[in-house]
């Protein structure tokens, strides 16, 4: 795989100025870098803890659904 | 897709293994008949339809629920579900036993362990549940006849409940799934316990015109002497979908559970079902699910401003009528004219006329549904 494939791009997002400065403060002694290094870190955590959530409230698993599907083919309840 | 009540739909069925061992030890276990109505009960709560209930209702939440219309853990649910039990049927049974559930030929029907043995006020149970002690209230007249104590626990389905309308009996991982596969994002849920006439026709349409599909969910079950027999009602929906309806945005299915008649706390009841079975929206009309005079034309539309955060959401209808100036159904939010230019679909009239064997106006009844109710040489529970 080239270099080129492992870049990563980067978009801006704005937060208002009072929170960035509260993450600063948030941020020392942490090892973060930068307030976006910090921001995408807690982003992500928040979004695999949402992601998680949903998982766990998937009441049926993918052979449960197709066979859920086979029923309703056969009820002619879809085609 | 809405969550389920409680945020997960109950699966109370039993691996195959798990269900050969329990039932080859039948012989172990203390046996308990229950009755049909009880049945669907156990079908129910192991499909789902009533999550995140799990069994019977051990005393705490029997208590919360008769007192706040909350479960324990301060999920909203209207009324008890329970099981009565004789102090003969007692005897041999203790806290923290197995049982086995059977129906009246000893058909093993779901294993229960057993939480809780209580003793309970019948009147505040009825009374509670049915705001009303008279004894022609056909739920009070249930209650005030169940057995001395009520046991509690969780259940697990050993056998299939087989319905009448299998084709018509989804559950609610059934129905979740179809929703998906149709690309329905939002959902309305018709509950109806009759033979639909053109103002049932005009709410779900008015409803359905808004969302991407509608859920009509006849009660199948025990009902009182005069209503419309459960066969009745599916066929006229055939009839009137086949017709009437675009198919890719109508699912008819069944909902096997009695008619409690509890008007306003049943509204939520029927509500909480077609959330699990995966509904946003659930029409509530005049006086859902009540009997007689005993609760108001709309106690069931403002009961829901007490549970805001139940989930689902009610489509609040009030009485309708084919109104001859306006050439068109209306109800009275929407109609200036007068009682007189107002022709109601009144259920009893409808009846009267069906039952002389003759076809109501097609104003009022399509045809095709009439010429279905037609057939049937007695329509009605006797």
Known sequence: ?????????????????????????????????????????????????????????QAFTKEEEEKVKQRLRDLGYID | MIEPHGGKLINKLLSKAEKKKILGELNNFERIAVKSETIKVIKNISHGVFSPLEGFMNENDYNYVLDTMYLE????????????????????????????????????????????????????????????LDHNHPGVYNVLNYKEKLIGGEIYLLNELKSNFPNFDLKPIE????????????????????????????????????????????????????????????????????????????????????????????????????????????????????????????????????????????????????????NAIVNDKICPHPNEKQNYFAGREIRATLKAGIAPDKEVMRPEVAEVILRYENPFVV
Request: charged fraction near 30%.
């Open chain 1, 1 to 57: 795989m080239s270099e080129e494939e492992h870049k990563v791009e980067y978009t801006t997002v704005s937060i208002p100025k009072i929170l960035a400065d509260k993450i600063k403060e948030r941020m020392k002694g942490t090892g973060f870098s930068s307030v976006s290094s910090y921001v995408t870190y807690v982003l992500r955590q928040v979004l695999s803890s949402i992601e998680e959530e949903e998982r766990s409230k």
């Open chain 2, 73 to 132: 853990n301060n999920i909203a649910w209207p009324f008890p579900i329970t099981l009565d039990i004789s102090s003969e049927e007692i005897k041999n049974i203790k806290t923290d036993d197995q049982i086995i559930l059977e129906n009246n030929n000893h058909e093993p029907i779901a294993l229960m362990n057993v939480e809780t043995i209580y003793s309970y006020d019948k009147k505040k149970y009825a009374k509670r549940t049915y705001e009303t």
């Open chain 2, 175 to 326: 129905t979740r799934v179809l929703f998906k596969e149709k690309g329905w994002d939002k959902i309305v849920a018709f509950q109806t316990r009759n033979p639909p006439h053109l103002g049932h026709e005009y709410v779900q349409k008015a409803g359905l015109t808004y969302v991407d599909g509608i859920f009509i969910n006849p009660v199948i079950g025990k009902k009182k002497v005069g209503d419309f027999l459960d066969e009745v009602i599916i066929e006229a929906y055939k009839a009137l979908i086949q017709e009437y309806y675009p198919r890719n945005r109508v699912v008819l299915s069944t909902f096997e559970t009695e008619m409690r008649y509890a008007g306003p706390k049943e509204a939520i009841f029927h509500a909480i079902a077609r959330k699990n079975f995966g509904c946003d929206y659930i029409i509530i009309g005049r006086d859902h699910a009540g009997i007689g005079n005993y609760y108001g034309p709309y106690d069931a539309h403002d009961i829901f401003d007490k549970f805001p955060d139940l989930g689902i959401e009610p489509l609040k209808f009030r009485s309708f009528s084919k109104c001859s100036k306006c």
